[in-house]
């Protein structure tokens, strides 16, 4: 059987083989980067592990309280090692990435405090939790202020912007990597280094806090290496390398991480309870293999991008430009194309392949939502999937694929998707 066999039985006619096949042939040199900075943060990883003397008894788990739980504060350790800070808090009862991003910010500011976004508005889920759409918890109701600053037209941080709006009352700075669902560039850690070098200057006191959702082993350094206090994500990304069942991270100062743990469990027991069950292996195992997966995530972006720019939609970024993050958005302008995107992939999924996705109203968002999401872990997105929200410019944001091969399937198949539905000529 050759190559074509094996995908022609997954229902890929030849004319869409044959136009992926020629694009990735285009992408060695690409790929080869990918698998080098894979092999870089690998070493990372795995000298934490070795520093940390992870050992057989830190995969075990404890339950009720937990104290004295070795796995998972050899764990946090570990996580500190690898971002070089001073501490970090890693938690299965840190539910997503939004929770570890409001933890970080409810436990770190207080009544009268001002928060800034520097990179623009924050991440659509963030919107409840600080209070610019009203909501019941949020900052707001604590008395805690907001204010952004957007970027500039060209995508970059608005540095006067940002001496402007630094007030006596500024308590915390937020930055966010990755874009998100916007339509602008995702920063790399030497951006938001040059960002928080002009922060500091003004404000020594302040705390910088980079939202890091899908940035994880994309690049050798990560915002902690640049001067991020906090540096907050998602176990369900990146650092889960597909694994991780739940959970989210913080790592930060030991003030901060402080901060963080008395605010998730209760002031007195901090970090010192929280059972970890079951989870620690995966854990353990998801962070070490998540340089090579992300690595595979990456090269299903970039093909996919190769793909949509050739066919004449709005990539971002393009196939060809830096990547800072595991995201690829393909701007459709049209609801069909970003329904049959998602349909395409969620049909090539390991899981719930038989299912059609559908739009709908997604708690903490503002419109409705697509999502393909066949994934073994619900909702992870380091795993093959793509969403968007049914809005003008119907962009999809695609992301993850455990193996490369996987990744390719998938975009493979949401290409005959679209060929199939008659919206793409080949
Ligand atoms: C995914 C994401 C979040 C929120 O994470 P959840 O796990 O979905 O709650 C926040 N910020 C960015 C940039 C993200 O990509």
Not at 246 to 256: E, K, W
């Amino acid at each position: 059987m050759d190559r074509y066999d094996a995908y022609q039985k997954m229902g890929i006619n030849r004319k869409v083989y044959d136009f992926c096949e020629e694009l990735i042939s285009g992408l060695s040199d690409r790929f080869g980067k990918f698998d080098e900075m894979a092999e870089i943060n690998q070493m990372k990883v795995l000298d934490a592990f070795r520093r940390e003397q992870v050992q057989e008894a830190c995969l075990m788990g404890t339950s009720g309280y937990g104290y004295n739980d070795l796995g998972r504060d050899t764990l946090e350790r570990v996580y500190a090692d690898i971002f070089h800070t001073e501490d970090a808090l890693v938690r299965p009862q840190i539910t997503c990435g939004t929770h570890a991003l409001a933890l970080a910010l409810m436990s770190n500011l207080r009544p009268g405090d001002y928060m800034l976004s520097v990179s623009g508005r924050p991440y659509d889920t963030l919107e409840e939790v600080i209070g610019i759409r009203d909501s019941m918890g949020s900052l707001k109701e604590y008395g805690i202020g907001y204010d952004e600053v957007l970027l500039k037209a060209d995508g970059s941080f608005d540095l006067n912007g940002i001496k402007e709006k630094i007030r006596p009352e500024t308590k915390l700075v937020a930055i966010q990597r990755s874009k998100g669902y916007s339509d602008r560039r995702s920063f790399s850690v030497e951006q938001i280094g040059e960002c928080i070098s002009f922060i500091r200057s003004i404000g020594k006191e302040l705390i910088i806090m980079v939202d890091n959702c899908y940035g994880e082993f994309v690049e050798e350094l990560e915002p902690s290496d640049v001067g991020a206090d906090m540096t907050v994500g998602s176990l369900i990304k990146n650092p889960g390398g597909g694994l991780a069942p739940a959970g989210g991270y913080i790592a930060g100062t030991s003030v901060c991480i402080e901060n963080a743990a008395r605010r998730l469990t209760s002031p007195g027991l901090g970090r010192e309870v929280g059972a970890t069950l079951g989870i620690m292996r995966d854990f353990y195992q998801g962070l070490f293999l998540s340089p090579v997966v992300t690595a595979a995530a990456l090269k299903g972006a970039v093909f996919a991008a190769s793909i949509y720019e050739k066919l004449g939609f709005d990539v971002l970024p393009s196939s060809e430009e830096e990547r800072y993050d595991i995201i690829q958005a393909v701007t459709f302008h049209r609801e069909d194309a970003l329904v049959s995107f998602c349909r395409g992939i969620q049909a090539a999924s390991p899981v719930d392949s038989h299912v059609v996705p559908e739009a709908w109203d997604m708690p903490g968002y503002d419109s409705k939502v697509i999502m393909a999401a066949g994934s073994f872990i619900s909702g992870s997105s380091i795993e093959l999937s793509a969403d968007g929200p049914l809005r003008e410019p119907y962009s999809v944001y695609f992301q993850g694929g455990l193996t490369w091969p996987h990744a390719r399937f998938g975009i493979m198949n949401s290409l005959q998707y679209l060929v199939n539905d008659g919206i793409v000529n080949l």
